[in-house]
């Protein structure tokens, strides 16, 4: 076989078809021949290499491939249909039929491969030597029992606000445990970096590494005794997840497997890394719809679907907002959420999900309309502007209240799906507010963009409470919120000398609201400096810093 794998694959095809004509022709002289012989085995060992070339290392069990094809998907937990059925067969194929060729006692020798069952959507997960080492390095580099109650304890908050992401692998949910109460949690957590379940290992670790990354600036990790600095384990648990991920649709293709991308898309997006976030997101969307996740019901109540639907909503959503932010086409269709407005649903339990959802959409006709520009016109961008506004309408009830009403954890989803819809609504308008200066047809779009830049602000200013931090790091974040502050300062720089009395007022108002959020900027980046980085935040400042020096230098040399 090592001679094989130096061969060039033209090499290999045209002596994979000289084989297979010798044992035609043996087939032929001999009939009654059964038994494989050597060019029988030796065009097998041929088409395992090139299997082993050509094709990943696992592929999707054979339950996912039905509920692939199926109209709905399967429960996990629903029984084995009878034997002797007409699908009875269909349950041997593990693989599409194409490969179904491949599938022999021959070419199944010498497998020493081990397959485990981990009862999720997918029934079969491939253990490698790879995966053995990966998940050895990992554990190697796991935090004491100790130190997972601490940082436990410190990231409370955190805890709370990524609660949906985290339940599964965290334990019992944030808001039941008391904060002298965490043992219960602390445990499962060491029992979950402890076991043999890739995905179950996978995904705690990469919550391990948003919780660490959410913790306070002033915390202290000298007291944990960690194997390795902060910075260092972080990066090492999502690379290490990232390449588990990566290696096999198997582990992927589970929910744990489904949420653990969902959180590494958090992690990226949180340090400043969209692309990344956008490339893990893709490939999350790619399983679910496999799955069928696209075609759930939202009139039933069982728990799995429920789970599931949050799942692919949270896919939809931030899938179709990185395509947004970074020029890229979307891959989701509004279809696949369509049944949350068609279906009769009577209580308003799927409020929160409808208002996502709408926004989502909305984002979608402004990629649409970004990607080609025939559709770059004042009338489409008019009409994008007013379904923003109905859906601004629609926002749940609980959240119209004050701050002060709300659970901590629905303060910080309010703030930033607010966050969310203003600054969609910054990017459907900037085409036109930066031709407003010689286009008068473009006033409307200048006047919508600053007013969605100042709710940025002021709502970032929430988001930043130095009393009430609801997150400690997130560079997407920050760097929205610095181009509403540009399009501020931009605005404010481009005014003629002839200004009346109201836009003097509204520019003293802008620049305060600007002072404001380099306020806040100074206070993100001097909480994390102790432990982290945050680049975004940084630059963000620095930039803003240099700007408003400049200014106080030309009012100067004005009033002088």
């Known amino acids: 076989m090592g001679a094989d794998k130096r061969k060039s694959m033209r090499e290999r095809t045209s002596e994979l078809e000289g084989m297979i004509t010798q044992i035609l022709t043996k087939l032929d002289s001999n009939p009654t021949a059964t038994r494989p012989q050597d060019a029988e085995t030796k065009a097998a060992e041929a088409l395992r290499s090139l299997r082993t070339e050509l094709l990943p290392s696992t592929t999707l069990g054979a339950d996912v491939l039905a509920q692939h094809h199926s109209p709905r998907l399967a429960s996990p937990m629903s029984e084995p249909e009878e034997s002797g059925t007409a699908n009875d067969n269909s349950r041997h194929f593990t693989n599409p039929p194409l490969l179904s060729l491949f599938d022999n006692s021959v070419l199944a020798k010498g497998n020493e491969q081990h397959e485990l069952s981990n009862g999720e959507l997918s029934s079969h997960v491939t253990v490698t030597d790879k995966h053995r080492r990966v998940l050895s390095a990992l554990k190697s580099l796991r935090p004491s029992i100790g130190a997972i109650g601490v940082i436990l304890r410190a990231s409370r908050q955190s805890l709370r606000q990524w609660q949906d992401a985290l339940r599964d692998c965290?334990?019992?949910?944030?808001?039941?445990?008391?904060?002298?109460?965490?043992?219960?949690?602390?445990?499962?957590?060491?029992?979950?970096?402890?076991?043999?379940?890739?995905?179950?290992?996978?995904?705690?670790?990469?919550?391990?590494?948003?919780?660490?990354?959410?913790?306070?600036?002033?915390?202290?990790?000298?007291?944990?005794?960690?194997?390795?600095?902060?910075?260092?384990?972080?990066?090492?648990?999502?690379?290490?997840?990232?390449?588990?991920?990566?290696?096999?649709?198997?582990?992927?293709?589970?929910?744990?497997?489904?949420s653990c991308l969902l959180v590494q898309t958090k992690y990226y997006v949180n340090l400043g890394k969209p692309r990344k976030g956008w490339l893990t997101i893709?490939?999350?969307?790619?399983?679910?719809?496999?799955?069928?996740?696209?075609?759930?019901?939202?009139?039933?109540?069982d728990p799995t679907l429920i789970t599931r639907r949050s799942i692919w909503l949270t896919i939809f959503q931030v899938e179709r907002y990185l395509s947004l932010l970074l020029g890229y086409p979307s891959a989701c269709l509004d279809a696949y959420v369509e049944g949350l407005f068609t279906d009769q649903i009577a209580d308003g339990r799927l409020d929160?999900?409808?208002?996502?959802?709408?926004?989502?959409?909305?984002?979608?006709?402004?990629?649409?309309?970004?990607?080609?520009?025939?559709?770059?016109?004042?009338?489409?961008?008019?009409?994008?502007?007013?379904?923003?506004?109905?859906?601004?309408?629609?926002?749940?009830?609980?959240?119209?209240?004050?701050?002060?009403?709300?659970?901590?954890?629905?303060?910080?989803?309010?703030?930033?799906?607010?966050?969310?819809?203003?600054?969609?609504?910054?990017l459907a308008h900037l085409p036109f507010m930066l031709k407003s200066n010689t286009d008068r047809r473009c006033e409307y779009s200048r006047i919508a963009a600053l007013e969605s830049s100042r709710q940025m602000i002021e709502n970032y200013h929430c988001v930043?409470?130095?009393?009430?931090?609801?997150?400690?790091?997130?560079?997407?974040?920050?760097?929205?919120?610095?181009?509403?502050?540009?399009?501020?300062?931009?605005?404010?720089?481009?005014?003629?000398?002839?200004?009346?009395?109201?836009?003097?007022?509204?520019?003293?108002?802008?620049?305060?609201?600007?002072?404001?959020?380099?306020?806040?900027?100074?206070?993100?980046?001097?909480?994390?400096?102790?432990?982290?980085?945050?680049?975004?935040?940084?630059?963000?400042?620095?930039?803003?810093?240099?700007?408003?020096?400049?200014?106080?230098?030309?009012?100067?040399?004005?009033?002088?």
């Open 170 to 258: 965290m334990g019992p949910a944030v808001e039941e445990v008391d904060q002298d109460e965490f043992q219960t949690t602390q445990e499962f957590i060491h029992r979950s970096l402890q076991s043999d379940s890739i995905p179950v290992v996978a995904q705690t670790f990469a919550c391990l590494a948003l919780t660490m990354q959410q913790l306070p600036g002033t915390f202290d990790f000298s007291t944990l005794h960690l194997p390795a600095s902060p910075d260092a384990l972080q990066d090492h648990y999502i690379t290490a997840v990232e390449t588990l991920m990566a290696s096999d649709d198997g582990l992927a293709s589970t929910l744990e497997g489904m």
């Open 282 to 301: 893709r490939r999350a969307l790619n399983f679910a719809q496999m799955l069928g996740f696209h075609r759930l019901s939202y009139t039933q109540n």
């Open 352 to 426: 929160r999900e409808r208002f996502v959802a709408k926004i989502g959409i909305i984002t979608g006709q402004i990629i649409s309309r970004n990607q080609d520009p025939q559709k770059m016109t004042i009338a489409a961008t008019l009409k994008i502007d007013q379904d923003l506004e109905d859906t601004r309408n629609m926002m749940p009830a609980p959240w119209r209240g004050p701050d002060s009403d709300l659970p901590e954890a629905d303060v910080y989803e309010k703030s930033i799906m607010i966050a969310f819809l203003h600054n969609v609504r910054i």
């Open 464 to 560: 930043r409470h130095p009393a009430r931090p609801l997150v400690a790091v997130c560079g997407v974040f920050d760097f929205q919120v610095f181009t509403a502050a540009m399009l501020l300062i931009i605005n404010l720089l481009g005014r003629s000398d002839s200004v009346n009395e109201t836009d003097i007022h509204e520019d003293s108002k802008d620049w305060s609201l600007i002072d404001g959020f380099i306020a806040d900027l100074q206070l993100v980046a001097k909480g994390i400096s102790s432990y982290g980085s945050n680049t975004v935040a940084k630059q963000a400042l620095t930039v803003l810093e240099d700007l408003m020096k400049a200014r106080d230098c030309t009012d100067g040399a004005g009033a002088g």
